[in-house]
């Protein structure tokens, strides 16, 4: 019989004589394996898990136009061209503009966006209904809903009008032009005009939109009666070219602030009065944010009310990266030149580092805690196997035993246990680490199958740092004095 074979032999018949305490020691050092071998993988599966976690609370970059160059929803796709397909979650869009009930001589803000792309930025929306699925459908927040008293299925006629326009903003008017103004009016409603040039520069025609004012009386400014004093006077008018409506004064100077200031219309542009549409509220949307005193229009639907198709003014990224990455792939998509610039959402970035770091320390400190024990533990038990082959021991070294033959032994004693520790521990940890995942994160992990050496590797490790203790104690023992019986 070999040398190694008859070591072996050696070795586990004397863990069988003492199967009860090699027992304690082997689940003491599974059970270490297992912590270890559990939260290692959580350890390294964390920042995927918090991050999933952490993409439930929304976006954390924001796309947006440089100030020079418009942004559309062209630029910003390729813009993205700079972040991994795979780790881009959602990418939405949004186009805010204000939009009017004219009837109820209500305001308020409108957001174009895509609604299968706000499932993923935004799944912390709770909708009362459904998001949008067809044209001239409309999700409206709950505060705008409570200040109108909408409900599901009513119908919402919204008009999209230009801002006010001012003189700054007019480029060099030529006869013939057809122009167009806004100015505010009576309880800070916008009045708008449009008006024909003819050859001499003065005005051949005048159509004035005052839905924002009284019926009864502003909207007297916007009848033939009143719209044909305009007819004929020279481009622009003159303080003392205003007529004033009786009663409607506010009304009036309007009028003839809006021609004032008018800019030329494009034959080609959307009609500058404004355009309506009627949609069905589908769904009333609750956040406890801002966003419920918006409404939410499909793309299509934006487009088409205020005719300027592929615009946008922001596009929200979910990313599933790190800080560092995010910050890689914003600079990336900053220095391209390309008129989009990448902006982090600090909050989320930020507070998904923090605790991220924080979970990961904690699991550190639960490990080391976790197999100090276990080699306290592994210590004692073979301290006390010791103890009781003293004996042995003595009787051994005085047939001429060597104490490196001790040492072996009981090592190779220790380092089995260890490895057959560590196979149970990394079975078992991967159960272990599935069931936190689960129950904490909601998700399940990935067998990492290089923690299985690691998981071996580390117990018999652990196994022989325990052991050193009793073999110092058992080399100690004189046969002398053993085998005197003391």
């Given at each position: 019989m070999s040398r190694r074979k008859m070591f072996l032999r050696m070795i586990t018949a004397s863990l069988l004589r003492r199967?009860?305490?090699?027992?304690?020691?082997?689940?003491?050092?599974?059970?270490?394996?297992?912590?270890?071998?559990?939260?290692?993988?959580?350890?390294?599966?964390?920042?995927?898990?918090?991050?999933?976690?952490?993409?439930?609370?929304?976006?954390?970059?924001?796309?947006?136009?440089?100030?020079?160059?418009?942004?559309?929803?062209?630029?910003?796709?390729?813009?993205?061209?700079?972040?991994?397909?795979e780790n881009v979650i959602g990418a939405t869009p949004y186009r805010y503009v204000s939009v009017q009930m004219v009837k109820r001589q209500q305001s308020f803000v409108a957001a174009g966006t895509d609604f299968e792309?706000?499932?993923?930025?935004?799944?912390?929306?709770?909708?009362?209904?459904?998001?949008?699925e067809n044209h001239r459908e409309v999700l409206?927040?709950?505060?705008?809903?409570?200040?109108?008293?909408?409900?599901?299925?009513?119908?919402?006629e919204l008009t999209y009008k230009p801002e006010e326009t001012t003189g700054g903003e007019r480029s060099e008017i030529r006869p013939g032009d057809r122009i167009a103004g806004s100015a505010e009016g009576w309880g800070g409603g916008l009045v708008y005009v449009t008006a024909e040039l003819d050859e001499e520069m003065k005005i051949a025609s005048l159509t004035v939109n005052a839905d924002t004012q009284t019926e009864e009386i502003g909207g007297q400014c916007a009848e033939a009666n009143y719209t044909n004093r305009f007819i004929g006077r020279a481009f622009p008018p003159e303080e003392k070219d205003a007529d004033v409506v009786s009663g409607a004064t506010l009304t009036s100077r309007a009028v003839l602030s809006a021609l004032q200031t008018a800019v030329p219309v494009s034959?080609?542009?959307?009609?500058?009065?404004?355009?309506?549409?009627?949609?069905?509220?589908?769904?009333?949307?609750?956040?406890?944010?801002?966003?419920?005193?918006?409404?939410?229009?499909?793309?299509?639907?934006?487009?088409?009310?205020?005719?300027?198709?592929?615009?946008?003014?922001?596009?929200?990224?979910?990313?599933?990266?790190?800080?560092?990455?995010?910050?890689?792939?914003?600079?990336?998509?900053?220095?391209?030149?390309?008129?989009?610039?990448?902006?982090?959402?600090?909050?989320?970035t930020k507070s998904e580092t923090a605790v991220l770091a924080k979970l990961q320390a904690l699991v550190f400190l639960v490990t080391v805690v976790v197999l100090l024990l276990t080699m306290i533990c592994v210590s004692t038990t073979m301290?006390?196997?010791?103890?009781?082959?003293?004996?042995?021991?003595?009787?051994?070294?005085?047939?001429?035993?060597?104490?490196?033959?001790?040492?072996?032994?009981?090592?190779?004693?220790?380092?089995?246990?260890?490895?057959?520790?560590?196979?149970?521990?990394?079975?078992?940890?991967?159960?272990?680490?599935?069931?936190v995942s689960v129950n904490v994160f909601g998700s399940s992990i990935t067998f990492?199958?290089?923690?299985?050496?690691?998981?071996?590797?580390?117990?018999?490790?652990?196994?022989?740092?325990?052991?050193?203790?009793?073999?110092?104690?058992?080399?100690?023992?004189?046969?002398?004095?053993?085998?005197?019986?003391?």
């Amino acid at each position: 019989m070999s040398r190694r074979k008859m070591f072996l032999r050696m070795i586990t018949a004397s863990l069988l004589r003492r199967r009860s305490r090699m027992i304690v020691a082997l689940l003491s050092i599974g059970i270490g394996a297992t912590i270890l071998s559990g939260l290692v993988t959580i350890y390294y599966d964390v920042p995927r898990q918090m991050g999933a976690q952490f993409r439930s609370y929304g976006a954390n970059m924001l796309l947006v136009g440089d100030g020079e160059t418009p942004l559309t929803t062209e630029t910003a796709s390729a813009a993205l061209d700079a972040i991994p397909a795979e780790n881009v979650i959602g990418a939405t869009p949004y186009r805010y503009v204000s939009v009017q009930m004219v009837k109820r001589q209500q305001s308020f803000v409108a957001a174009g966006t895509d609604f299968e792309q706000v499932t993923r930025t935004s799944p912390y929306f709770s909708v009362d209904g459904r998001y949008p699925e067809n044209h001239r459908e409309v999700l409206v927040g709950k505060e705008v809903a409570d200040a109108i008293g909408v409900k599901l299925n009513s119908i919402m006629e919204l008009t999209y009008k230009p801002e006010e326009t001012t003189g700054g903003e007019r480029s060099e008017i030529r006869p013939g032009d057809r122009i167009a103004g806004s100015a505010e009016g009576w309880g800070g409603g916008l009045v708008y005009v449009t008006a024909e040039l003819d050859e001499e520069m003065k005005i051949a025609s005048l159509t004035v939109n005052a839905d924002t004012q009284t019926e009864e009386i502003g909207g007297q400014c916007a009848e033939a009666n009143y719209t044909n004093r305009f007819i004929g006077r020279a481009f622009p008018p003159e303080e003392k070219d205003a007529d004033v409506v009786s009663g409607a004064t506010l009304t009036s100077r309007a009028v003839l602030s809006a021609l004032q200031t008018a800019v030329p219309v494009s034959k080609t542009a959307a009609v500058q009065t404004g355009n309506t549409l009627n949609l069905t509220v589908v769904g009333i949307l609750q956040t406890g944010g801002e966003e419920e005193g918006y409404v939410f229009l499909s793309q299509s639907d934006m487009a088409a009310l205020t005719g300027e198709e592929g615009k946008i003014d922001v596009m929200e990224l979910s990313v599933s990266a790190s800080a560092e990455e995010l910050e890689g792939y914003a600079e990336a998509i900053t220095g391209e030149g390309s008129g989009v610039l990448a902006r982090l959402v600090k909050r989320v970035t930020k507070s998904e580092t923090a605790v991220l770091a924080k979970l990961q320390a904690l699991v550190f400190l639960v490990t080391v805690v976790v197999l100090l024990l276990t080699m306290i533990c592994v210590s004692t038990t073979m301290m006390a196997v010791v103890t009781e082959r003293r004996k042995e021991i003595g009787l051994r070294k005085a047939l001429g035993a060597s104490d490196n033959g001790i040492r072996a032994e009981f090592l190779g004693e220790g380092m089995f246990l260890g490895a057959l520790g560590g196979l149970l521990g990394a079975a078992l940890g991967f159960g272990f680490a599935q069931v936190v995942s689960v129950n904490v994160f909601g998700s399940s992990i990935t067998f990492q199958p290089l923690l299985l050496p690691v998981t071996v590797v580390v117990s018999m490790v652990i196994a022989a740092l325990s052991c050193l203790l009793p073999i110092k104690r058992a080399v100690q023992i004189d046969p002398a004095l053993v085998l005197k019986g003391e």
